[in-house]
């Protein structure tokens, strides 16, 4: 995204009619799960959200029907519930209300879940150890990126292979022979 | 299984040192050596074996072939042009349009690397100076087809150095099982092409031992592996598509996103193997039968039915060599769900075989745990179970 605007694009001003312009502070009891939605957050995955949440603050409004069924935010309105987002927020969640028929209720669902990017290992690796080198703890780095000990190790590790799989010196010679009776 | 009844049995010399003679015996008996080189960790070691032996008897440069599919690591190439440009190798780079399994599609069941009607959805480009056509080269052919071809007869007695380990499956322990002397050494291919394993005894340790003591150069793509958390003795570097490494397809996306990019649409169903080989829509774990569905066997067969011909003949034919195995086996029909403790085939099996399109069977393996399982479990012994066979009243 470049912040300019593009010579030939027309002058626009007002963004009124955008979804992202209508939010509204709605309490999560007003809130309904719908009954398709087939994205599953693991546990970890889920903990990250709570963690990127409180660090952020909301910075993306659950999108609903005009019933407030939800089409995007499951796991973020039950989220809302933890009692470190009520201390903060007081159950109140933001909402934007999307008009759709219930075809393209469930296909706007799954697009917001799989329009989405995969991160590549090395950019994750490089980040990873530059964030080590500049002094981040440890445990900063796994409670602010979700991630285990083991991932961790394995994406800042800067020793080849040789090194982490040939220490021992080698095995000996086999051939086939004779059972010994 | 022939000669059944030879085991491993250990010297006292490590596999360096065994490597070490085997190698020099073939630069002293053949004609000419070649090593089928694919830039992966054991045809390394195979590379620079050949290249101490081949210094040692006069012989440098090491001859290698290296078939280039096309959608491969960045590493890899990497790697293989660093060993293309060294003075002692004389490294042979195809590129040409090979059949492969792409086990992501039920309609497009192969897929041809460098395939020059499919140009505009290559990978990336051809290198330079890589082989693109040869008299001996038909599209269609498979590597193991081709590979005689490369160092053909004019070469006279050519030895065929593979990096193939007994450790990486128990099809692979059986090929140098058969005998005790020169176990490792194949009989010759079209009369001249004799295929070697000598470093069949290694295991994935010696194999990044040697690297490590001596400081070879080897190929970075693994790692990448290491990071992205895949076991040491999972780690290949193998065409993407195939049966075995379909599973693991989606780390080609996370590891190498420029060529994902293109891998993704260069052959059918890549995004949808991509996301959900590791499912029961390819046949991936525990199946369940579908809604509708009443048996195995009818699943079976509406699976079949799927498939274009000719593939769905090609699966046909494996399933009826699966049943036709079962029965020379026992004359009980075909379970249901649960292996027969003879034979290890269930109707559920063959709807697994055929859910997977695996006309290698690749699978089969399978078939003697499932009756080695069902045998305990049911508590007879072979030598019951074979007398069962034989005796009218326990004959369905």
């Known amino acids: 995204m470049t912040s300019a605007p593009a010579t030939e694009s027309p002058q626009i001003t007002d963004f009124s009619f955008q979804p992202v312009s209508r939010v509204e502070w709605v309490h999560r009891s007003e809130l309904k799960a719908n009954d398709y939605n087939p994205n599953h957050v693991a546990p970890p995955e889920l903990d990250l959200l709570l963690v990127s949440i409180l660090a952020d603050g909301w910075t993306q409004p659950i999108v609903t029907l005009p019933d407030l069924t939800i089409v995007d935010g499951f796991h973020r309105w039950t989220l809302a519930g933890d009692p470190r987002m009520e201390a903060l927020y007081g159950g109140f969640v933001p909402v934007v209300r999307i008009q759709l028929d219930p075809v393209h209720s469930r296909m706007s669902t799954i697009r917001h879940n799989r329009a989405r990017g995969i991160h590549g290992i090395l950019p994750m690796a490089k980040i990873v150890t530059q964030m080590i080198q500049e002094g981040i703890a440890p445990e900063a780095i796994l409670e602010g990126l979700g991630m285990e000990d083991e991932e961790l190790s394995r994406l800042a590790t800067q020793v080849g292979m040789p090194e982490l799989a040939g220490t021992m010196g080698f095995t000996k010679e086999w051939t086939p022979g004779k059972k010994p009776v | ?396």
């Open chain 2, 1 to 396: 299984m022939k000669a059944a009844g030879l085991v491993k049995t250990w010297s006292e010399r490590d596999v360096y040192a065994a490597a070490q003679e085997r190698f020099d015996m073939l630069y002293k008996r053949f004609d000419t050596v070649v090593v089928s080189f694919s830039g992966g960790k054991d045809s390394t070691v195979c590379l620079h074996l050949a290249l101490e032996a081949a210094a040692a008897n006069g012989k440098l440069p090491v001859s290698a072939y290296f078939w280039d599919e096309e959608a491969i690591h960045p590493e890899t190439i990497e790697y293989v042009e660093r060993v293309r440009a060294r003075d002692d190798v004389k490294l042979t780079w195809l590129c040409l349009p090979v059949k492969h399994r792409n086990a992501c599609s039920r309609t497009t069941p192969y897929w041809y690397c460098w395939d020059p009607e499919q140009k505009p959805l290559w990978c990336r480009p051809i290198p330079q100076g890589a082989v693109t056509s040869a008299h001996w080269f038909r599209k269609g052919m498979t590597i193991p087809e081709a590979s005689p071809y490369v160092y053909g007869r004019q070469y006279g007695t050519v030895c065929d150095i593979r990096g193939i380990r007994a450790d990486e499956s128990l099809r692979r322990l059986m090929s140098v099982m058969n005998r005790m002397e020169e176990n490792w050494l194949q009989g010759a291919r079209l009369g001249y092409n004799y295929p070697a394993s000598p470093i069949y005894d290694w295991s994935v340790v010696d194999v990044w031992t040697a690297p490590m003591q001596h400081g070879w150069d080897y190929n970075r793509a693994y790692d990448l592996f290491y990071k992205v958390g895949v076991p040491f003795n999972d780690m290949r570097v193998c065409p993407p598509f195939g049966e075995e490494p379909l599973g693991a397809l989606y780390r080609y996306a996370i590891c190498w996103p420029e060529l994902w990019d293109k891998m993704v649409r260069r052959v059918p169903g890549a995004a949808t193997a991509a996301r959900y080989s590791r499912t029961k829509l390819y046949g991936f774990g525990d199946q369940t039968l579908p809604e509708g569905v009443t048996s195995w066997r009818e699943w079976c067969q509406r699976m079949l039915v799927l498939y274009p011909e000719p593939y769905r003949g090609l699966i046909a034919a494996k399933v009826a060599s699966v049943i036709q195995m079962h029965k020379n086996k026992t004359a009980r029909p075909i379970p249901e769900d649960t292996a027969d403790p003879l034979s290890g085939l269930s109707w559920r099996f063959l709807a697994n075989l055929v859910q997977r399109g695996d006309m290698k069977g690749r699978r089969q393996g399978k078939l003697n745990d499932a009756a080695l399982k069902q045998m305990a479990q049911q508590g007879f012994t072979l030598a019951q179970l074979h007398a069962m066979e034989h005796d009218v009243s326990t004959r369905y």
